[in-house]
């Protein structure tokens, strides 16, 4: 019995590690700007009819999510809006203050939905859109910014035995 019991465990444990979630609805979100009542936490509440809008005519705006806590990323979706991106980059942060640049978008079409999986991407608290430029005279705007990870691991700390 105590054998089933710890394999269970094991198993339990090391799926729970690896299962993908989303790490990013009802995070903190900031931005350089926002228009009218369309702010950054509307592009990860988790309804597709919400969207962030950043200040229209303006290229060089960013969009930051706060993970508030330490995660391995997996995936990043970006539901854009007609007024999307036509460049952008992709930046990760355990500070908020140093940012390493994970990868750089560019597309003409409008709206679309961006995928992106992340390869070396662990130990992010921070994510960071630097939006670099328009397709439209608009704004940027996204419906929906969708990331999943995992809870970062020591694998350190992981018991060696456990005793039952």
Do not use: C
Request: proline share 2%; net charge neutral; glycine share 6%.
């Amino acid at each position: 019995m105590k054998k089933h019991l710890l394999t269970f465990l094991l198993m339990f444990v090391t799926l729970s590690m690896w299962t993908q979630t989303n790490i990013s609805q009802g995070k903190s979100a900031t931005a350089s700007s926002s228009t009218g009542n369309n702010s950054p936490v509307l592009a990860v509440d988790g309804k597709a009819g919400t969207r962030w809008e950043s200040t229209q005519g303006l290229d060089n705006q960013w969009l930051i999510l706060d993970l508030q806590d330490v995660y391995d990323l997996s995936t990043s979706e970006i539901v854009w809006e007609g007024a999307s991106a036509a460049r952008y980059v992709i930046l990760v942060s355990t500070d908020n203050v140093t940012w390493r640049e994970i990868t750089t978008v560019t597309s003409s079409e409008g709206a679309r939905t961006d995928n992106y999986t992340f390869n070396n991407a662990t130990k992010v608290r921070y994510v960071k859109l630097d939006l670099q430029t328009r397709t439209t005279v608009y704004g940027f705007s996204i419906y929906e910014w969708t990331i999943t990870g995992t809870p970062s691991q020591n694998l350190n700390s992981v018991p060696t035995k456990i005793g039952i």
